[in-house]
């Protein structure tokens, strides 16, 4: 990554955090050019801790200070009301925003003509395992979607979108998706307790098959139905678990289900900002 620039970071919660700790130890950003607006003391500590700039508040930060980008990673509902603390960085600065549900119209009615993009991380990325979806408005160039990628990859894989509403059809998917994985995994925990294996040994076998499961599918060069054809023998015991599984699409319909009702909220978030 090229390392040229400042950033600002308004905002250090769980995400913010992420990036922060993905900048320092996997981009190679040094702490001093990165400024943290966070109100919260205990959170603006732990960045302060890492060796980044913190201020309580965005007036405080210095006046010849220039940023090349300023990431916006607050609550949804806050952000109208702290855009215009930033206004002097627009045009300057590429915003990227993190703030679920919030269109890049909020940021341009406030900011006027500047680089925006909205981002959508998923959990993982506080391991640095992420999955990122990206929307770039109109003002982002070629250089500026290079640099936007090196920061948020330093939390994962980032997959740039063609139209803006896809960013809610991907919270869907990625971003609620760890959630629907956890959830997997309480049922087959539940499962294995049912058939007589202790609790620990049940919780410690389903995350650790899930867990090897998903770093198998995303390393291997074979699709996941042919993963699923391969582990599944013959009138074994996996075909007939699948039996179950995959009766009328049971599953598969559940799954759509999910996704379809999480897009539906993302929209109406979307609306609501």
């Not at 952000?79 to 627009?90: C, D, I, P, T």
């Not at 406030?110 to 993009?117: R, S």
């Not at 993963?227 to 678990?241: E, F, H, I, K």
């Not at 039996?243 to 598969?252: F, G, I, Q, T």
Request: net charge negative; charged share 15%.
């Amino acid at each position: 990554m090229e390392q040229s620039g400042d950033i600002v970071l308004v905002g250090c919660g769980n995400m913010g955090f992420a990036l922060l700790e993905g900048w320092l130890e996997r981009a190679g950003i040094p702490a001093s050019r990165i400024h943290v607006v966070e109100p919260a003391e205990p959170l603006r500590g732990r960045a302060a801790a890492r060796g980044a700039t913190v201020y309580a508040d965005a007036s405080n930060l210095p006046e010849a200070l220039q940023p090349r980008a300023v990431i916006v990673a607050v609550k949804p509902q806050i952000v109208g009301s702290m855009l215009a603390a930033y206004r002097r960085f627009s045009g300057a600065a590429v915003f990227v925003s993190i703030a679920a549900g919030v269109p890049i119209s909020t940021f341009e009615a406030t900011l006027g003509e500047t680089a925006v993009v909205r981002a959508m991380p998923n959990m993982p990325a506080s391991i640095g395992m992420g999955v990122i979806a990206a929307f770039g408005n109109t003002h982002i160039d070629d250089v500026r979607a290079a640099y936007v990628t090196d920061l948020l990859a330093a939390v994962g894989s980032v997959h740039w979108l063609a139209e803006e509403r896809l960013v809610d059809a991907a919270t869907a998917i990625s971003g609620s998706g760890p959630a629907y994985l956890f959830h997997f995994i309480e049922c087959l925990t539940d499962a294995g307790i049912a058939v007589g294996l202790p609790a620990e040994t049940a919780h410690a076998l389903a995350k650790q098959t899930v867990g090897g499961a998903a770093a198998l599918a995303a390393t291997s060069t074979f699709s996941p139905a042919e993963l699923r054809q391969q582990v599944t023998s013959p009138n074994g015991t996996t075909a007939a678990a699948l039996e179950v599984l995959m009766a009328d699409s049971d599953l598969a319909d559940l799954v759509k289900r999910a996704a379809v009702a999480a897009h539906r909220r993302a929209l109406e978030l979307a609306v609501a900002n």
